[in-house]
């Protein structure tokens, strides 16, 4: 039985006013009580863990005030900068990227210097620095949806550096991402088709009408607006004929762009299926038949439900029954449409609906490898340079980045072209992110943090109340760290094992921390951290 099934079977015998309690909630607005414990339940799936003081601030704002300043609070970043030296050839010969001097951004440099190895060398070096630089954005984020929603739209229209092999088209692309996260799908989806690096990355620059390239035309499709299922009866010959379509788009590195070659366009009319009702999109300019292709798609009800369901599986659960179809998907498919498929509004009634707060879609999904490194960094307050700062900054994002490749999240180069399996394969979904290789890495991972101390666990202790009472102290600190609840019994194994030294006289804590004990309390809270981190509660999000 999965923990939403138990809950179930808890919930069925509570009753309210003389009434079985409801097991299911839509999208009504949510009239629930606004603790603590829902407060950080929106901030670890808005944000990237949630700190002690956001919570605190978030508790002061009404529900509706705290999303709308999640979904406001947007930002323009500065790019990211040089933060490499001199690059050293075959034959010890050192070259410099002449074009960029060190904290000067690379991002409109075309990089031509040098023989081809040197410029890949520089290429890579760069794309070395994009990584870190979003990475200082993610650890470094305000209290804003912004760095969900980034990776979000980096998942859904996934492109992979290895093969774009482009500093400049990737960072264009996530500029692209970043500026349209929370704004209209339909400009996003055109946007997209036409940038470089997914010109690049699905083919598109080489599609001609001598020779129509079906590659993007099936994925824009079938991943990135229609969607595969019963409900999706685009055609062969819809690709074929938004094939066409997309036909004479090209690229060019200096400066870094996409251009439209009139003599590489089909100009004949595309005529699609019964599923598009019979559109022709007669040949001419192919911007405003790129246009027209994306109105034609984002007409049907399946494009909205479709990013709606992606939506629901980023932040609320992966799991998409009859009855979530029903009353939640279908009416946020209605509302996207009708705001002309801007997202902010459609995730706004989302986010403050009854159904995003129901207890059964709380701690019902397992930390992704970025929330969970990320997340945890953040929530035990460890301070990190600005994001601008590439001396001291860039080394530690590049750790963040690193960590989180390593368990199997790496930026800038998800899987393949559908993105992170943990999204959408069924049926297993975020279980995937937890596996016999990445679990031992977690484990490593926060017993490092603990061990260096990294994370300081006496400051997180003094969050409690009442830190030299063992039992507040535990009630405290795993009601911050953990989403799922420890049981009593949990809790008693917990006190006499790490603070107790398996002595059940609850004093022996009191007396240490009383006293200040320092060799006794921090060795103490050490392995109790680590033993709480490698719990699987601390694993739900």
């Known amino acids: ?10 919930r069925r015998n509570i009753k309210t006013n003389g009434k079985h309690k409801s097991m299911f909630s839509g999208l009504a607005p949510y009239a629930g009580n606004w603790t603590a414990n829902e407060v950080t339940h929106l901030l670890k799936r808005t944000m990237f863990g949630a700190k002690k003081e956001d919570v605190d601030y978030f508790l002061t704002l009404s529900p509706d005030a705290a999303i709308d300043e999640l979904l406001n609070s947007v930002t323009v970043p ?13 034959f010890g010969v050192m070259w410099d990227d002449v074009g960029v001097p060190q904290g000067q951004t690379w991002v409109n440099d075309p990089n031509t210097m040098g023989n081809p190895g040197i410029i890949s060398a520089i ?5 070395s620095s994009l990584r870190k630089w979003w990475a200082g954005l993610i650890v470094n984020q305000g209290r804003s949806i912004q760095e969900k929603m980034v990776l979000f739209w980096h998942h859904h229209f996934s492109v992979q550096e290895t093969e774009v092999q482009n500093a400049q088209f990737l960072y264009r692309h996530h500029a692209l991402l970043r500026s349209n996260a929370l704004g209209s ?3 996003l989806l055109k946007e997209v088709t036409i940038d470089p690096a997914m010109l690049v990355h699905l083919n598109g620059y080489v599609n001609s009408k001598q020779a129509p390239d079906e590659n993007y035309a099936r994925e824009m499709q079938e991943l990135f607006s229609i969607g595969r299922g019963n409900d999706s009866h685009y055609t062969e010959n819809d690709v074929i004929a938004a094939a066409r379509v997309l036909t004479g788009w090209r690229v060019k590195a200096d400066p870094p762009s996409s251009y439209f070659d009139a ?16 559109t022709t999109i007669p040949g001419g300019d192919g911007e405003q038949e790129i246009e027209a292709l994306v109105n034609m798609i984002c007409s049907t009800t399946e494009a909205a439900r479709f990013i709606c369901r992606k939506l629901y599986r980023w932040f609320v659960y992966y799991q998409i029954d009859d009855a979530v179809e029903a009353e939640v998907i279908i009416p946020m498919a209605t509302i996207l449409q009708s705001n002309n498929f801007e997202i902010k509004p ?17 701690a019902c999904y397992i930390k992704s490898p970025l929330d969970f490194v990320v997340g945890t960094l953040r929530e035990f307050n460890v301070s990190f340079p600005a994001y601008t700062n590439y001396t001291a900054g860039y080394p530690l994002f590049y750790s963040l980045y690193r960590n989180a490749a390593e368990m199997q999240q790496e930026l800038f180069q998800p899987p393949d072209v559908s993105g992170w399996p943990s999204y959408y394969q069924e049926p297993m979904f975020y279980e995937i992110w937890v596996n016999s290789n990445s679990l031992p890495k977690r484990a490593d991972y926060t017993d490092a943090l603990v061990n260096g101390s990294i994370i300081d666990v006496r400051a997180f202790a003094n969050y409690s109340s009442n830190p030299a009472d063992p039992n507040q102290l535990i009630n405290d600190i795993t009601a911050l760290m953990l989403r799922y609840p ?6 008693t194994y917990v006190k006499n094992r790490f603070l107790l030294n398996n002595v059940p006289d609850d004093t022996i804590w009191t007396n240490a921390w009383n006293s200040n004990n320092n060799s006794v309390i921090n060795n103490s809270l050490k392995e109790m951290f680590k033993f709480l981190m490698n719990l699987p509660e601390f694993h739900l999000c």
Do not use: C, W
Request: no cysteine; net charge negative; glycine share 8%.
């Open 263 to 278: 003599g590489a366009h089909d100009t004949g009319s595309k005529t699609f299926s019964d599923f598009y009702n019979n």
């Open 346 to 362: 459609t995730l706004s009634v989302l986010l403050k609906s009854e159904h995003f707060f129901d207890i059964l879609n709380q």
């Open 123 to 127: 290429n890579n070096l760069r794309v």
């Open 486 to 491: 420890l049981s009593a019994g949990s809790k």
């Open 185 to 187: 799908f339909k400009t």
């Open 1 to 10: 039985m999965d923990r939403r099934d138990f809950i179930k079977s808890i």
């Open 78 to 90: 500065g790019p990211p900068v040089r933060d490499y030296g001199l690059i050293e050839d075959e």
